[in-house]
């Protein structure tokens, strides 16, 4: 029987909610050929979608008003059995109008959410609609273990309503992306780290920590962003200009994480964290941040821990949010020959948890 399911998005540019989704809609235990996506803003797509998905674009250009205006009046005359929306605005309104229309609403948490938003007048606006909107969705789908707590604790979701569900990597895919050739140059040897530049990945801590360690590695980020400009001027206060390489986003990021020593991520906050999930697959020793949420989950499988400086757990290095001088010395100990060969062995014992068919076996009793 068709689900007749859409799923809604803010927009399908690079970003992890956007890959995931267009994974789901590749899956043929999903597709039966009658889904739509729902796009609320334009932009260019930085991942396919099968030509089997009808794709309807609502160009609201970001205002949440014209968000919900605009997708009460589509789905009005679409009518779907279900409504599975990414990302807060576009979950925020599948639930307004679900309720308007009495239709079944998932809504996809990635973030933890307490941290994410700041204390600008639209992240307290965002926080206030996700505590009035998400405990009246139907089911929501948290990419974590502490997200899932996140929503319980502090934004009254009842627990009953709330699946974990991990995301799942195609190992082989990712290998096979990974023997590519690098259009560009590359160091001979060098630390990556990949992301959106923006001030929630922390990229201006890792270089301050970078600049500490003395090595003879480069430092790759992957990404673009706002922060771009900044974080220049960042490597240029601390003197190593020449030795941070800013690569701008690539559309197969995996070819040059493969040749890299070591794999860091600095965030402030996480959901479940793709690019350490991924580098993991192929071999990449990590060092990471304990934000909340995803990393202890993923190197210590834990949801929480406490510690100081640095951590070292089964599966990688953690360090406080935020702790320069922490990193710098995970940094340090982790290029040490002895580590990274025992972390790269580490690192993909751990990648072969994360299963494609554990996650549509879950994803597929949400759905129906």
Do not use: W
């Not at 980020?221 to 240029?236: R, S, V």
Request: aromatic share 10%.
């Amino acid at each position: 029987m068709s689900r007749n399911t859409v799923f809604v998005i803010n927009s399908f540019g690079g970003g992890g909610a956007e890959r995931a989704l267009s994974k789901i809609l590749q899956d043929p235990t999903i597709n039966d050929g009658c889904l739509t996506l729902v796009t609320l803003d334009h932009a260019e797509f930085a991942y396919r979608i099968p030509d089997n998905v009808n794709h309807v674009c609502l160009n609201t250009n970001g205002s949440f008003i014209k968000s919900i205006y605009k997708l009460v009046k589509y789905l009005k005359v679409n009518q779907p059995k279900q409504v599975m929306s990414f990302l807060a605005r576009a979950n925020c309104c599948n639930v307004i109008a679900g309720k308007l229309l009495n239709f079944k609403t998932i809504i996809s948490e990635r973030t933890y959410t307490s941290t994410y938003y700041n204390n600008s007048i639209s992240g307290q606006l965002f926080k206030f609609l996700i505590r009035a909107l998400y405990p009246k969705a139907d089911k929501i789908v948290a990419v974590s273990k502490g997200v899932a707590k996140d929503l319980e604790v502090n934004f009254s979701v009842d627990s009953e309503k709330i699946t974990v569900l991990y995301n799942f990597y195609v190992n082989q895919e990712i290998i096979d992306a990974s023997n590519e050739e690098v259009i560009k140059s590359l160091p001979s040897k060098f630390i990556v780290a990949v992301g959106r530049l923006q001030k929630v990945k922390n990229f201006s801590m890792l270089i301050e920590a970078y600049s500490k360690v003395a090595t003879s590695h480069k430092l790759v980020l992957l990404g673009d962003g706002p922060e771009l400009n900044h974080l220049k001027n960042i490597a240029k206060v601390n003197n190593v200009e020449d030795k941070v390489i800013f690569y701008g986003h690539v559309s197969n990021p995996y070819s040059i994480v493969s040749k890299s020593s070591l794999f860091v991520l600095s965030s402030n906050t996480e959901g479940f964290p793709n690019a350490l999930a991924e580098a993991m697959v192929l071999s990449k020793p990590i060092v990471a941040t304990n934000c909340m949420s995803g990393p202890s989950e993923i190197l210590a499988d834990q949801v929480t821990l406490d510690f100081e400086n640095v951590f070292e757990a089964k599966y990688g290095f953690l360090t406080p949010v935020g702790d320069a001088l922490a990193m710098s010395k995970a940094i340090t100990d982790m290029l040490k020959e002895e580590n990274l060969h025992k972390f790269k062995c580490l690192s993909y014992i751990r990648s072969q948890d994360f299963s494609q068919q554990v996650f549509f076996e879950k994803l597929t009793k949400i759905l129906d």
